[in-house]
């Protein structure tokens, strides 16, 4: 009966299960070893709700999206020379890590958040740094027409039916002309985010960090839509603490 973010265990364990074939072929599709024993463990905790098989593939925050620091190995390398862009941005903690992790050299910025509060606190964090930084009090998706959105002023806001504020959308085809890093967290919209993005994406073919736990398929429905925009991405898969 445990909640998983959006779904209960019961849901999560059903729709796991009808869809047992697909996951198992995601699986062999992943480009290490360590992604497809993270898979394994992420499927037996929704089976049984016991999350102990996840403490044998668990990274750290630290390294979630990409790490700060230069030593060992991380799925994601940072350069000098990216076009990174944040959708999901929040007080713009990510985008702290990534200045403080590309030493503040970078090309451009493009960070978007809808939630009103969320997007004051990250214009207040962002206020006194300098660079080509561009702030978008925006959602991202597969349409240029309003939203109903969540605003909760915290990690959880997001696109719903029946929320409290209407927000303004954009696609990232429409309004970005290069990337080179891409990072997501958008509670579950995350496959509209990219369909937004198609000609982008398949353009620049980007680094893409992108969060895949809110729902039991996002993971399916994310690699689903990459298949069609970005054929050839290798796939990786982590679980952070």
């Known amino acids: ?37 993270t898979l394994d463990a992420v499927l037996r905790m929704r089976m049984t709700g016991d999350r102990a098989p996840l403490l044998d593939v668990i990274c750290p925050s630290e390294q979630e999206y990409f790490s700060m620091y230069r030593y060992g190995s991380n799925p994601i390398v940072l350069r000098d020379d990216e076009h990174y862009v944040d959708i999901g941005a929040y007080d713009g903690d990510t985008l702290r890590k990534f200045l403080i992790a590309t ?4 090309e451009s910025i493009h960070a978007f958040e809808p939630d009103p509060s969320n997007f004051a606190a990250l214009q207040q ?32 806001s997001r696109v719903e039916a029946g929320g409290d504020i209407q927000v303004p959308s954009v696609r990232l085809d429409e309004v970005l002309e290069k990337i080179t890093l891409l990072k997501m967290d958008v509670e579950g919209f995350e496959a509209q985010v990219l369909l937004g993005g198609a000609q982008l994406i398949g353009r620049y073919r980007p680094r893409v960090a992108i969060t895949c736990y809110h729902h039991a398929l996002d993971l399916l429905d994310i690699v689903a839509v990459l ?14 603490v």
């Not at 206020?127 to 959105?149: E, K, M, Y």
Request: charge should be positive; glycine fraction near 6%; proline fraction near 5%.
């Open 227 to 240: 298949d069609q925009i970005y054929p050839e991405a290798r796939l990786r898969l982590r679980h952070y």
């Open 103 to 106: 030493r503040h050299r970078y």
């Open 1 to 37: 009966d445990m909640i998983l973010i959006y779904q209960d265990g019961k849901t999560t364990r059903a729709q796991t299960l009808e869809h047992a074939e697909q996951f198992s072929a995601l699986k062999r599709r992943f480009a290490d070893a360590h992604s497809a024993d």
């Open 125 to 156: 964090r962002m206020r006194a740094t300098p660079g080509p930084i561009f702030l978008h009090n925006q959602a991202v998706g597969n349409s240029d027409q309003p939203l109903s959105f969540s605003a909760k002023g915290n990690m959880g």
